[in-house]
């Protein structure tokens, strides 16, 4: 089992080009399920359908959420998939169904909360609230997903020019425009909170650097969670996340005027239909709005 998943990995890192939490994510469903199957004293290569249907029924019985068990029912069928082609084995996913995840609107933090969030990044005032500062101005502003933005690099950034070279899943690049002030805050921090975190003898091109031991790597996500986390608790702003301000921000761009297309590309969504949730988002907005304001509506 080991050589197949590691031949497996190099699979997803290499002809698949998934990106590294995908692959993180896609081995540890794989390797879930094998511990499933090691229980009950069955390898890897003699398991059926049956017995993925059965680790199905164990996952729910556990309490794992549909989107969790549909995230892990497509990593077997990837699994499989490339078993059936690298290994010869039968492709017993093929025909398994992946439960049906219910729809659900995306959090949002109304631009009143945000302001609020950013005026409290100017409390600490310490190299690294400055840091952190910068770190969520740019977080909201770009609508970059946390593993971008940690492991942004100083040459992915164009500030004469007024953008940011994104890298994003697959290894897909896009270009994200940046406000003028946050090329300001950009170019100040560069110039003196970024050296802070680096030595003469240590030089990285990591935007975000942080010392572990004697090596010098980018601020890990669990890191840039807990940043966001903690200024949304100084507020009482208690559903904050990483993922709620890129979903924050694209419904404020959509509420002032913002085409789906221009969304699309800025996220670095592969299809258009991914961010038409959005839509309904603003709808919501608008049915508020119809309700309070509208002369017919009482």
Known sequence: MDDTAVRFHMYLLTEKRAARNTVQAYSADLQQYVRFLDEKKISLPDATDTHIKEFMHSLKNAGITAKSIARKVSSLKIFYSWATG?????????????PKVERTLPHVIDESAIEQLLQQLDVDTTPIGKRNKVFVYLLYSTGMRISELTELTINALRLDEGL????????KQRIIPLPEPIISLLNSYLQTIHLHFVTRHQPTDYLFPVAYGKKIKPLSRQAGWAIIK??????????????????????????????????????????????????HVEISHLRLIYDKRHPRSK
């Open 230 to 279: 903690s200024f949304g608790k100084s507020i009482d702003l208690a559903h904050v996340s990483p993922h709620v301000l890129r979903h924050s921000l694209a419904t404020h761009l959509l509420k002032n005027g913002v085409d789906l297309r221009s969304l699309q590309m800025l996220l670095g969504h592969e299809n258009i239909s991914t961010v038409q949730i959005y839509t």
């Open 86 to 98: 690298t290994l010869q084995w039968p492709d017993y996913a093929r025909k398994i169904v992946i």
């Open 164 to 171: 940011i070279q994104a890298q994003g899943k697959g290894g």
